[in-house]
């Protein structure tokens, strides 16, 4: 892989998705060749996954098929556009990565890691990240901005009690991998988180 693979990470409500459209004016206006995608989606078949993931109809879906889905998801994504993009030399930043399978199904969940690394292992054939960013807001103040909940959102409606799981499950990851994982206070304002994202990425000379 001759480019960088940057992936941003948090609870609902974090302000990641304003943070991926900072970044890519960022990275438009200095001239920098990216590819700035999402998961769950990116390609035409990850999106229809997702929209069976996030129907909120589906509601006797079970965590191991969500979980796989997820992965399925990933694979296509990262087949199609991202390990072309990485081997063409570029930044890649995708909003989630595997960590949200990890914070989400194999903690939140209850899988447990070992399922969510097996699942994943044939998913993303050792594609790891170069950086995570982790916009680190706890849950009850992110849905506080934000002034709750998205009522057609399955995942989002899951509750408090899950999402604290979800934090809870990102701090433990942050733990395992300390190197790779770096948080950025989300709860500060948006230029200021801005600010510290560009400073990062260039600190490691992954961005110019
Ligand atoms: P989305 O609307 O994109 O949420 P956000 O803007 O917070 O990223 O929906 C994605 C949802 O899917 C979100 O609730 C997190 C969840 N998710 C998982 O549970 N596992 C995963 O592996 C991924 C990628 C996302």
């Known amino acids: 892989m ?17 943070q991926v459209r900072l970044l890519q004016e960022y990275l438009q206006t200095t001239n920098q060749q990216f590819l700035m995608t ?3 989606g990116g390609t035409k078949i990850s999106e229809k996954i997702r ?6 109809d589906n509601k006797e879906m079970v965590d191991e098929c969500e979980a796989l889905l997820y992965a399925s998801s ?15 030399g ?12 990890f914070a989400y199904q194999a903690y939140a969940r209850g899988l447990g890691y070992d399922f969510v690394a097996a699942a994943n292992n044939f998913a993303i054939n050792n594609a790891q990240p170069d950086i995570t960013i982790f916009f680190d807001i706890d849950p009850y103040h992110a849905f506080l901005r934000k002034g709750g909940a998205d009522s057609t959102d399955r995942l989002e409606l899951a ?9 809870n499950g990102y701090r433990a990851l942050m733990e395992k991998f300390p190197q790779r994982i770096i948080a950025i206070d989300a ?7 801005h600010n510290d994202v ?5 600190s490691k000379g992954f961005i110019q």
């Open 159 to 167: 509750g408090m009690e899950f999402h604290n799981k979800v934090y």
């Open 90 to 101: 570029e930044i890649v930043i995708i909003d989630r990565y595997y960590d949200s399978s």
């Open 38 to 40: 999402r998961e769950p």
């Open 187 to 193: 709860s500060m304002s948006v230029d200021a988180i």
């Open 51 to 56: 929209s069976i993931i996030l129907d909120k």
């Open 198 to 202: 560009i400073s990062l990425l260039k």
């Open 74 to 88: 990933r694979c296509q994504l990262l087949k199609e556009r991202v390990l072309p993009a990485l081997d063409r």
């Open 2 to 18: 001759k480019g960088k693979l940057i992936t941003f990470e948090g609870c609902e409500g974090c302000g990641k998705s304003t």
